[in-house]
């Protein structure tokens, strides 16, 4: 008879449960979150599942990965989907996940989601170090120039050059102020010191990458949009059709239809946050800036923008950038500025 398994991924043990295809529970047990560990596991009980369920996770990756290369039908499951269908369970213990996951493999109500190369993984590492830095000196200096507000001192419009001068310029003559100055100002410098010698390396790590190197190639997308996209996507043969990826990233409006009810919201934001932030970057850039070769797609959004507004404007603009950029990758042809925008 057919097994199937559900694993709860906790990051020392994993709670592990196998089924048969009638649904009865035939072992439990916690195992190491090691993927020898698992695979030594399920090869001790004799027959090897049908198929094998983790959620997605931090760890979840490269344990679907250990579980893959030695040949167990593994799949790796998307957390929203599963988290739904947890909804009606009151008792949330790791060991009932693992239950229903292994249920849910069972009945093959699952939706799979990809596992990303290893290659991709790094690449959204450097992406998301480089954030977090830029989100720290931004926060550094933003409580800099609160605590002197306090006090009547205003720093004013400054430059990445200008800045620490113009504090220690304001500060003087007021000792307390002058040792909170000098703190936050050193932890600022080593703050910018890492994110310049990150934000350099990015910029290397685009011009050597092949897929962001195409992906350049269309107006307004700079190297950290090109990364971020071409980490996301990976593969490009993953997607069935490039309109799939605006749904992906959660760029296409909800939609609820029941009886007489039928009504379309606004955008799901489903799918990678910082893929749809950066494809609505590149969209504010084309349409605020004097963007050269894209007459064509700007024309098109500036349409929407007469009857929709331009925020919205900006989002279908970014939804279609999304399909572009796949239908590049997917050729592995350059942006055509003559292209129509349909």
């Not at 993984?121 to 830095?133: C, I, N």
Request: net charge positive; proline share 4%.
């Amino acid at each position: 008879m057919d097994q199937y398994a559900g694993i709860d991924v906790s990051l020392e043990c994993s709670s592990v449960c196998l089924v048969d295809g009638s649904g009865k529970i035939l072992r439990e047990t916690k195992v190491a979150s090691e993927p020898e560990a698992l695979v030594a596991w399920f090869r001790s009980q004799g027959q090897l599942p049908e198929r094998i369920g983790l959620e997605a996770g931090p760890l979840s990756q490269w344990l679907y990965a250990g579980l893959r290369d030695v040949g167990l039908a593994v799949e790796l499951l998307e957390t929203r989907h599963v988290r739904e269908a947890f909804k009606s369970m009151p008792v949330k213990t790791d060991r009932n996940d693992a239950r229903r996951i292994a249920q849910l493999m069972r009945l093959g109500w699952f939706r799979p989601v990809h596992c990303k190369s290893v290659a991709a993984q790094e690449t959204r590492a450097v992406l998301t170090a480089r954030k977090l830095l830029q989100s720290k000196l931004r926060d550094v200096e933003n409580s800099l120039r609160g605590v002197l507000r306090g006090f009547g001192l205003k720093v004013g419009a400054t430059t990445e050059r200008t800045f620490a001068g113009r504090i220690r310029e304001l500060v003087t003559g007021h000792p307390g102020l002058e040792l909170v100055a000098a703190a936050l100002l050193q932890a600022h410098a080593v703050l910018l010191r890492e994110f310049k010698g990150l934000d350099k390396h990015t910029q290397k790590l685009a011009r050597a990458h092949p897929s962001a190197k195409l992906l350049m190639t269309t107006p307004s997308v700079g190297p950290i949009v090109a990364l971020t996209y071409a980490a996301a996507i990976d593969d490009p043969k993953r997607f069935r059709s490039s309109k799939a990826t605006g749904a992906h990233f959660g760029l296409t409006p909800k939609k609820y239809q029941s009886g007489e009810t039928n009504y379309t919201g606004r955008i799901s934001k489903i799918g990678d946050a910082s893929v749809r932030e950066a494809l609505y970057q590149a969209a504010h850039v084309m349409l605020t800036k004097p963007v050269k070769n894209c007459s064509a797609l700007k024309s098109w959004a500036m349409r929407i923008s007469k009857r929709a507004g331009m925020r919205k404007a900006k989002v279908a603009l970014a939804r279609k950038l999304a399909v572009i950029l796949h239908r590049m990758l997917a050729d592995a042809k350059p942006f055509n500025p003559m292209a129509k925008a349909i």
